[in-house]
Each structure stands twice: as structure tokens, then as C-alpha cells.
């Protein structure tokens, strides 16, 4: 099993920074793909990024391209998600989740952590 605990989260004016960590519990940690997802009030769960195991791999929502940067330490069982020129619509709470395959479907995912807010003002 994993269990996942997302850190990072806060308010940030529109065009700042802010980086996420997701510290995860377990030695088979470097086994699992994990992903990063979002939902917004009275919205679905998003797909946001996702990073392969061995970080080798990864894959971008069109909407955070050139802005978001995901990578992964094994050796700290660290994920992190690096968010630059943040904009009010990126307003949601970040969960990370973990799974033995990459995918961009969250009910593939069978882990995921409490979340964390992430507001940006305009």
C-alpha cells in the first residue's frame, strides 16, 4: 500500500509560483506512476499531469503546458509539482494519486491523498 500526504498548497496572486509536494509512505514507492488531478467547486475531478515511475515518462493537461513541471525524487518517495504563472482558473484543490500505470483516468487510480487548496486571485 501507499498513502500519500499533498503539502504546498496556498494563496498566490495571478502570475505567481507556488510548488506542491506529494510524500508518500511505503517502499514500493518508485513502483507507482502518480498523478496529479484537481477539482474545482462544482466541477469534476481533472487530470492535471501524471509522471512514470521512473520519471522517464510524463504527460501534461493542454491547459497547464508550459506553466506546470512535475518530477520526482524516489529517493526522498517525494513528487513534486511546480506551478508557475498561475492563473485564477488553476483555483482548486490538488490531489496526488498513485497507480502501477500511467493513465489520465482518475478511476484508474487506487490511491489518493487528503488534498490541497491552492487559490490564485486575480
Known amino acids: 500500500q501507499v498513502q500519500l500526504v499533498e503539502s504546498g498548497g496556498g494563496l498566490v496572486q495571478a502570475g505567481g509560483s507556488l510548488r506542491l509536494s506529494c510524500a508518500a509512505s511505503?517502499?514500493?514507492?518508485?513502483?507507482?506512476?502518480i498523478a496529479w488531478f484537481r477539482q474545482a467547486p462544482g466541477k469534476e475531478r481533472e487530470f492535471v499531469v501524471v509522471i512514470s515511475w521512473n520519471g522517464g515518462s510524463t504527460s501534461y493537461a493542454d491547459s497547464v503546458k508550459g506553466r506546470f513541471t512535475i518530477s520526482r525524487d524516489n529517493a526522498k518517495n517525494t513528487v513534486y509539482l511546480q506551478m508557475n504563472n498561475l492563473k485564477p482558473e488553476d483555483t482548486a484543490v490538488y490531489y496526488c494519486a498513485a497507480d502501477h500505470t500511467a493513465t489520465v483516468v482518475a478511476a484508474t487510480y487506487d490511491y489518493w491523498g487528503q488534498g490541497t487548496q491552492v487559490t490564485v486571485s486575480s
Open positions: 511505503g517502499r514500493t514507492f518508485s513502483s507507482y506512476a
